[in-house]
């Protein structure tokens, strides 16, 4: 349990933090400019940018540490009956949470597509209401910020050159052109062809005034919705917000779906998955029989050395397992690109995932299997600290000024000495 604990600690704070050394670059608008390092060591001006894929792996870090509140919490209630129980349920929460975390991973570039697509409409749609806003023939908006709906009728009626009532899509191509789209790969006839997608309500391919009228009105709906201390709606200067909010997003949303890295093609998807299934489970088998030897050799080796078991667990033993996960982590941070960073910070997450997840089932059903009390609140304690702390402020940020890592850093002698003080000097182990 040492070894997990510290393991967590130390992904999340020695390694999160020298990530932030080493991959920091100069911060323009709150976003690190790939490869740009030039004002050395600036606490403010220097850090970190990452894509929003990367802020949810965070949150799922911050979720995954249920099966610890449950299982602590005949402790937390002082109650000495119904802990074989807690023991119990917590492995069937964490067996769950673990194959959920799985289908996920699995089904994550599906969502992340739908995703994009979606903020592409926005930023179409929001580009498309800044550029009717500015049209000869009247004000978008009224001093309240909702549609003029007077100016729209005349917007359509001036649109439909035929005058049959409807607006074709060549018809309403005439009022995107000017529009810019390259923040998102588009040209005019896929801006007409999203617009008339979402307004026709008939699927007729063809928009009547009612029609024309919602769709707007909807729109303007959700950039109101999305503007924060904005009293003079009628500027349409939420419009301006909603529209560099939504090309933000989509920008770190793309960097999240590209990749500088030589991906190799998989010949055989079912073999591949059959064989990390296999790997997953032999994993989890080589935990479970190795776990007394491990306890054996870290009380043999304290033993003969001298060295208290409490620093061979907590400090030794996570170095050593965790090398692999730091000297990846800070190889990718020190390319200096968001792209390399969010794979750098989503590993990191990930692997206290797993941590909290299927080490923790192991851990759980070799307690509950023979018997043995769970007692641990230290360690518990430690880690749901550490991950709060970390995965709560990762979850609403996507940039790391280079200050940030003395957060982390200041975490693991608070977590060392926290769980030193409980353990030997409270007595709660």
């Excluded at 940018?49 to 802020?55: A, E, I, N, P, V």
């Excluded at 549609?147 to 439909?160: I, P, R, S, V």
Aim: charged letters at 20%.
């Amino acid at each position: 349990m040492g070894l997990l604990a510290g393991s967590t600690v130390m992904l999340l704070t020695v390694i999160w933090g020298s990530c932030i050394i080493v991959g920091k670059c100069d911060l323009h608008n709150s976003v690190a400019m790939d490869k740009q390092d030039t004002k050395g060591f600036s606490l403010k001006g220097s850090g970190v940018s990452t894509d929003l894929w990367t802020k949810y792996a965070a949150r799922i870090m911050v979720f995954s540490v249920i099966p610890f509140i449950i299982v602590q919490l005949p402790q937390i209630l002082n109650s000495t009956s119904g802990r074989h129980l807690a023991v119990l349920i917590s492995l069937i929460v964490s067996l769950i949470l673990l194959i959920a975390y799985c289908i996920y991973q699995v089904v994550q570039p599906w969502i992340q597509r739908r995703r994009l697509a979606y903020v592409e409409d926005k930023h179409v749609f929001f580009g498309f209401l800044r550029h009717i806003r500015t049209h000869p023939l009247g004000r978008l908006l009224t001093d309240d910020g909702k549609l003029d709906k007077d100016f729209a009728e005349k917007l359509f009626t001036t649109l439909d050159e035929n005058g049959d009532g409807y607006l074709n899509a060549a018809e309403l191509k005439a009022l995107v052109v000017g529009m810019q789209f390259e923040e998102i790969d588009l040209n005019e006839d896929g801006a007409v062809d999203r617009i008339m997608k979402d307004f026709d309500s008939s699927n007729d391919c063809l928009l009547e005034l009612p029609e024309f009228l919602d769709g707007i009105s909807k729109w303007v709906s959700r950039a109101r919705s999305s503007a924060s201390g904005i009293k003079n709606f009628g500027t349409g200067k939420f419009l301006d917000d909603a529209h560099h909010q939504t090309t933000q997003e989509h920008a770190q949303l793309k960097s999240g779906d590209q990749t500088d890295e030589v991906t190799e093609g998989v010949g055989n998807p079912k073999l591949t998955t059959l064989k990390a299934v296999l790997l997953l489970v032999l994993g989890t088998i080589i935990a479970g029989a190795f776990a007394d030897p491990l306890v054996d050799a870290v009380d043999n080796f304290s033993d003969a050395t001298g060295i208290p078991t409490f620093f061979i667990s907590f400090i030794a033993l996570p170095l050593a397992t965790n090398s692999s996960e730091a000297v990846s982590a800070i190889i990718f941070a020190s390319r200096k690109k968001q792209r390399t960073a969010s794979l750098t910070f989503s590993e990191l997450y990930g692997a206290v995932t797993m941590n909290n997840l299927l080490c923790l089932s192991v851990f759980l059903a070799i307690v509950y299997i023979r018997g043995l009390t769970w007692d641990f609140s230290s360690e518990v304690l430690v880690i749901l600290i550490v991950c709060f702390v970390m995965g709560t402020f990762a979850s609403f940020r996507t940039t790391f000024p280079l200050w940030t890592f003395s957060l982390a850093l200041l975490l693991y002698p608070f977590s060392l000495a926290l769980v030193y003080v409980l353990d030997y000097i409270f007595g709660w182990s």
